[in-house]
């Protein structure tokens, strides 16, 4: 999932530029996701989840036609980014604001950093600079950094190597730990890096275990999505 952010002062059109890229994305064939970055609640007092959530109630789920959740407490870019991708398999996530992020942005004012790949009017943008501008996005966009700062792919850190990606001068596949997400760890949210031995040691375990199993829903399991969870407090020391 590639991230990019839509950045720039109050009533530049981020909004405006944020549903032009979407439309566009998905025209192309992509599957997209969009996050928006506010600075107050979104709840509406008096709301019948506004008052589950003033009653005490950690998380409230909006259940219709659409589906929601608010919890009760703030979450960062990463924890976000970690939980979209658990939920639903996207190509693109288009943040709206989020300006102090690593990674991609279009900045439709004054505001520039060195993960800036654009600079344009958002309302002013022609239907040929609007491709033009999502054609950028697909080059020089990437996915999650996995902070691990493991220097394989050349740079000292992971935001050096992000900094570099997003002024075009490399491709996010020269990052190791990316090509090796077909087994991930993570712990509390958090990746834990595992090396070539380690994942084909858990994904040959895993695959073994799930063989010796039986159900409509393991038919065909080596095509699917494996998720196991380990709950905290249920871990039992055997050592």
């Known amino acids: 999932m590639k991230i990019i952010s839509v950045v720039g002062t109050k009533d530049t059109g981020k909004t405006t530029l944020v549903v032009k890229i979407v439309k566009e994305l998905v025209n192309r064939g992509f599957k997209v996701?969009?996050?928006?970055?506010?600075?107050?609640?979104?709840d509406i007092e008096g709301r019948d989840t506004w008052k589950h959530k003033e009653a005490g109630a950690e998380l409230v789920i909006g259940s219709a036609d659409e589906t929601f959740f608010l919890i009760n407490q703030k979450l960062d870019i990463e924890n976000l980014l970690t939980r979209t991708e658990c939920l639903l398999n996207l190509?693109?996530?288009?943040?709206?604001?989020?300006?102090?992020?690593?990674?991609a942005k279009i900045?439709?004012?004054?505001?520039?950093?060195?993960?800036?790949?654009?600079?344009v009017?958002?309302?002013?943008?022609?239907?040929?600079?609007?491709?033009?501008?999502?054609?950028?996005?697909?080059?020089?966009?990437?996915?999650?950094?996995?902070y691990m700062d493991c220097k394989d792919c050349g740079f000292e850190n992971c935001k050096d190597m992000a900094k570099?990606?997003?002024?075009?001068?490399v491709s996010e596949?020269?990052?190791?730990?990316?090509?090796?997400?077909?087994?991930?760890l993570k712990v509390d949210g958090k990746p834990v890096p595992l090396n070539p031995f380690v994942q084909a040691f858990v994904q040959n375990t895993t695959i073994g275990m799930l063989s010796s199993l039986r159900g409509e829903t393991l038919k065909d399991f080596q095509t699917k999505k494996i998720e196991l969870m380990i709950k905290g407090g249920t871990i039992e020391k055997t050592y």
């Not at 190509?91 to 990674?103: A, P």
């Open 173 to 184: 596949q020269v990052c190791v730990m990316k090509k090796m997400k077909d087994i991930e």
């Open 33 to 42: 996701g969009t996050m928006k970055h506010m600075h107050q609640s979104f």
């Open 107 to 119: 900045s439709v004012s004054s505001f520039e950093d060195e993960f800036t790949i654009a600079k």
């Open 91 to 103: 190509d693109y996530m288009v943040i709206e604001g989020l300006k102090y992020s690593n990674y």
């Open 164 to 169: 570099a990606a997003a002024m075009g001068k």
């Open 121 to 146: 009017n958002a309302k002013e943008i022609t239907d040929e600079g609007l491709k033009e501008l999502v054609d950028l996005i697909e080059k020089r966009a990437y996915g999650m950094l996995p």
